[in-house]
Every structure is written in structure tokens, then in C-alpha cells.
């Protein structure tokens, strides 16, 4: 696809393909196209040429609300909660997509919405419990240290039960304990629920060790795909992008 | 800056500006015109009150904003900032009674100084002007010395006498209307026609007093009590406050008489306006300042389907209501369209136009055959249940009630599910929400819609109150009252929004003198509430937590 904002071309003829169930890492300078590419792919922005195919389906040019509804969940670089909402209604909104309750059913207190909003709530409690935030789910979401909004944020995201996960810089900002937590949480939501990854990094360590697939982006192309191991070593990307003072080396 | 200035640099500086805010209102004529009522009667006018207390305030700021903790340095501040104030008006006194300066500020009048120096002619007058400062300074700091407890008593106990004072006349009625002995003479004892008696004042402040200090010291021990309470009887306790409250509010307009239910239909109107424009405010996140299109055209549609002066539908008031309230739906989703895609200031700027639009459509001569133009329509029938005309104010309270009910019910319903939900979430981060699979067009739509039906059920009820609907009545400042109410009673708070609606539609009822600076008060008070107290009066529990908890636990976010 191709992304153009005014004469800025964001994304240039990229290709993509992405394999089910695999973690499949996306890596680049500041400034690559690495947000805007998953900006075009939930439907936040609408690629001037090009095709996204998921499943087997057209998704381009569908409305993010749209989107959600075909499996398809991120979470964001800078954290986006809705601040003055407790975690458990943070994570209640992410499983909104799959409640049908309208406007009566709350009212007239119809058992049906009762059932199902009772559902939600168990759904909710038991996925911040699978963040290890269990018994907070009555703060308000802005109280939260950074590294629990991290985790409360990817509760939210698979609270929609999708099938692709689009984490964007998961690891930003964590020491070497919590990050090596995430990379477990990571490799344990795809083993266990089967989810289809695609991971913005920037820390090689968590690149080199979890991920099946590696793209290298720049200005918008694609420059290299492979392996961790491959990519570790390709010229080119050393070039463009490793020894740029990131932490580099992996073990 | 030497030592020595630094030292008295705040209390000059707040000096100053309490000196101007008293002369302000002065020249305004606030204190004139307050000054004819009394808080004690007699004693205190309240227009002296109102200079009074702002200059404590200010002399109390400069205290506590001393750079050097030292207690007669802050002590020295509040005397100083005092003295500024007075000074300010001692030479605003010496100029006005020299020259004429009545053609520049209207308020300047030799009333206006005889309050301020007491009645008490010439050179006498500036002095007790300038000592009365010293003393409001002297006064504020010692309250800044005293400790807790005894600073919150005194300040508690000469709220209570202001209060009291102020709501004479929503007070003494109620008690004259038992009748009974023993009250008669005790309302004679507290109150005159015209504010507190010294002794009501005394013994208040006594009463208070006793009061205050059993509550304080017994206070832990009925929270432990309560909170130690099995669930069981704590939901009890809590059902047999909801139906004492329930009582007193079936019971209430038996002791009002004609005045106060007026107040307090009024009042219930703006209560269902701001429950109203809480749903579209402070769940949804959309700044409506338009809100008053809604009430005009739920008045409006009753006016045209029950009053023979237009058409001849002849319906009667329930048969009208629902169709009023399905209108100012269908309005509301007219207003949503366009303004799907707009966000904070200009949804505020085109909702404002859209409120307009109504009032100049309803006044217009072209719609004149229909609507009635600027004769309005009269000849609306009162509400008729099973036989029993609704005529009295009492009547209509029971109606507005039943209202009140509905939509809190509704309003709490709404909030604990989905809708409510996704209406937070699209007030947090409308962009997030969206990908949280929320249809931002049909949640807006929504939202403008329970808002519109709402406003449009007040609108209804208004209309058949009154007995006649004009253009005039629904002019920008409905709209800017309803939101003045959701702001200052604390936004999203039900509780809030009938404190507010109750403060600052029935004050004005009350207070005569308030009607002329309503707008002033108004912004006054909105300034304040932002400043010192951004939740409002009665805030949700969590939204406490929003504005001042910045300190706890919450380690910095990532922007």
C-alpha cells in the first residue's frame, strides 16, 4: 500500500505479508512508517493506493469500528486509556464490540442485558486478572504507575477477542524485568490464545528473541525481511538502523 | 527587593486586589443595593456582609501566602492586606465626596459611602473605614493562627448566621406555615421580616456550636459504627434514608405556600434541563450550548396541539406529551447531523446557533400564522389528571417530581451499561473509541437525542404551567443557566446538578436584590468553582478523585 500525506509519501509501496499465529516484528528509525502502517491497517487513515487483506477479506477503507469487528485489535505507542474511567470499565469497552444490549434493554432492566452485562464484567475481571492487575479494577485508569497502564491497556485490546494484534512499542519505557514479563505475556497470548502478532520494537532484545518474522522499514519501504538471525546480520540494515545507539545487542 | 519589602509584598499585593473586588462590587452597586436587606437585622446589611468577607478572605490569603512562616510576620500581613482594602475605599470615599464622579461610575453614590463609613460624616467616617480594614485583617489572622478545629468552628459558625440570615425568606414561611405555638414563637425569636434577629444570631451560632463540637468528637465512632454494620443493615439504613427523603419531598409543598412553589417549580424545571444536559455534557462529552431549542420546541408543540388559539387539535396535555417529547428527539438528532464531525469549541459555536435558529424561527413574523410569532400562543390548558385540574404550583410540583424521577432513573440506568459506557469512552478519546468498536455517529446521535427528549419534557411541562409560551422566554441564557448548573453542581453528579439547579435558580427567586447581577453572580461563581473546586458543589466520588488526585499513587502518564 501506499500512504501519501500531502507530499509526504508515509508509506511506499509496501508489501506486506503476514503468516497466522506468528510474531511477526516490525522494526525501523524513528520516522519509518511504523505507526502509520498500523494506522492504515485498523482504518485510522486511508492508504491512497493499495489492498489490505485479511482472512481472505477486503479490509481497506472500512471505518475503525468496522474494523474491530473483523478481529483486529492495537494497542498505542503513547498510552491511550480513557483516563477517568476505572480499569474494569476501560477493559468493559474493549469487549463492546460483542455486547447487543441497545438503549431500552438498560432501561426497562430486561434479564437479557442484565445476563450480558454480568458476562462482560466477569470477562473484564478475569482478563486483569490475566495482567496480574486483579483487585484494582475500581481505579480510575489515570492512577495507575506506567507500567500497569501498559498492562491495562493490553487487556483492554484483547478484552475484543481479536485474532491480530497490533502492539506498538510494548516495551517503551521498561526495565529489563518488566520487559522480559512482557515478552513472556507476548509469546503466552499467542501459545495459549492463539493470536496473530505484530509487534512494533525498538529493544533488539525483545525482537531477537520472540519474534518468527522481522521487516525492516525506511522512509516508508520496506528494505529488508527475514529471519531474526538474518536480519541481524544484513548490511543494509545495519546500515539504516542498528548501532544507532538503541540497545543493540541481543544474546 | 530587600528583605523588608519581600516581607509585606503579599499582603499589599492581595490587599490590593481584595480592595478593587470590594470597590468593584461597590461601584456596581451591589453593596448599595444588598444594603437594604439584612442579615441581622439591624446590624448587618448584607451588602456589608458580602465587603466584609471578601476582605477576610483576601487578609487570610495573605497570610497563609507569607513567604517566612513566622506567626507575627503573617499575622502583620492580614492586618496590612486589610488595611490596603480599606484604604482603596477610604480614598475612593475622600475623592467621591469631593468630586462628582457619579457620571463616570453610576454606583458612587453618597449612600454607597454612608455604608461604607457607617453613616458617621467627614474625617470620623475614614477612620472607622480604615480601622473596620484593620479590623477584618486582624480578624483573618488570627483565624490563619488558630488551629483546626477551632478556625473550622468559627468559620462554620458565621457561615451558618450568613446563611441563615440570607434565607430568610425561604425559612421563615415554612415555619409560619405549621402554625403551631411553640414554633410560631421560636420563628419570632430567630428571625424578623428582614433577616436574623441579634439574638436568633447568637443563639444560632450557640446551637451550632453544640452541635458541630458533639459531632466532631463522636464522629469516628458513628463511621466505625456504620461501617462495621453487616450489609444487610447498612442497605436498610440506606432504604429508610431514601424514604425519609421521599416523605419530605411528597410532603414539601404542603408547607410552601404560593412564593416557594413557584421557587421550587422553577427550581424543578431546571433540574430536568440539567439531568438533561448531563447526559449530553457529562457522560457524552458534547458541549451543547443550544440546549433551550429543545425546551422551545417540547413548549411549543404542547402550545400547537392543546391551545384552541392556532389550530384546533384540542388534545389534552398527556396526549401532547409524548408527541413533545418525540419531537425534541427527532430535533436533536436534526442537531447531531452536522455536527458529527465537530469537536469542542465549534460544536459550542454551532449548537449556540442551533438554539438560536429556534428562537428566531418561533419569532419570526413569516411563521407567524403557525407559530405565533411574537405574541406567542396562549390559551394552554392546564394538565388535567382524571378530572383534577392542575392549576396550583403545588400540582405542578408533583408533576415536575414524577419528571425528576424518570430521568434519574433513566439516567442511572444508562450510565452503568453499554451506552453509557461507550458515551464515556467517546468523552475521554472519541479516536480510541472508535477503535474500540464504538459507531461514533450513531453514540452522538443517541446522545443528542435522550438529551433533546428530556429538555423537550421540561419544555412540555413549562408550557402548560404558565398557560402560554412567548419567543422571549427561550433566549441563550436558558441555555447558558442549564450549563452554569451541570458545571457549578458538579458534572456527571445527579446530586450535583439539583444542589445547583436549587443555588442558582432559587437564590436568585429569593434573593431580589441577586436577580439585577445575575450574570455577574454567575461568572463569579463559575470562576470560583473552576479555581478552587473544578469537580462543583457535589461532585461524583470519582470525579474527587479526577481534579486533586494528581499526588497519589499514579506515577506520571505518557502524554
Redesign the interface.
Known sequence: MTKRFGGLVALNALNINVKEKSIHSIIGPNGAGKTTFFNCL?G?YRPEEGEVMFNGQSIVGL???RI??KGIS?T?Q???L?????AL?NV???Y??H?K???F???L?LKK?KM??EK?RQIALDLLKYVNMEGRED??A?????GE?RRLEMA?ALA?QPKLLLLDEPTA?MNPKETQDMMDFIQHMRGELGITIILIEHQMRVVMNISDIVTVFDYGKMIAEGLPEEIKNNKTVIEAYLGTGEAADSH | MTKAQSLWNQGVKIGAIGGVSVLIISLVGMVESFGKRDIIAGVLPMGVAIALIISILAAYMAAKKTPISEKSIQFANAVVSGLVISGFLAVFVMIGRSFNIREMFVGASPVLYNILTGGVAGAGGIFLLLLTGVLCGAFAGILYMLRDLPRKLTVNALLTIFILGLLQELILPILKAWDIGMINYLAGLFYTLNGLTPVGAILSVVIFCVLYLLWNANQGAVKSKYAALPKEARKKSQIAALIVLAVILIVLPQFLGLFLSEVITIVGLYVLLGLGLNIVVGYAGLLDLGYVAFFAIGSYVVALLTSPQIFAFGLNFWQALPIAVICGILAGVMLGIPVLKMRGDYLAIATLGFGEIIRILVLSDFLRPWLGGAQGIGSIPNPNLFGFQMVKPQHIYYLLLAGIILVI??SL??K???????W??MR??E??????????VATKL?AFA?GAGFSALSGAIFASKIGSVYPHSFNVFISINVVCIVIIGGIGSLPGIVVGAAVLMGLPELLREFAEYRMFVYGVALVIVMLLRPEGLLPEA??K??FH?ET????????
Open positions: 485498523t485510522f471505518s475503525p469500528d474491530v469487528h492495537r498505542y503513547n498510552i491511550r480513557f483516563p477517568n474511567l476505572t470499565e468493559m469497552v474493549g463492546h464490540v455486547l444490549s441497545g438503549f434493554g438498560p432501561i432492566g442485558t450480558e452485562e462482560a481505579t480510575l489515570k492512577n495507575f504507575p506506567y497502564q483492554r475484543s519505557g | 432513573f433513566i440506568r444508562l452503568k451499561s453499554k451506552i453509557g459506557r461507550a464515556m469512552a475521554e478519546d479516536d480510541v473509541a472508535q477503535a474500540m468498536g464504538i459507531n461514533l443517541l435522550t470519582r470525579h478523585m479526577e488526585d497519589e499513587a499514579g506515577a506520571k502518564t505518557v502524554a
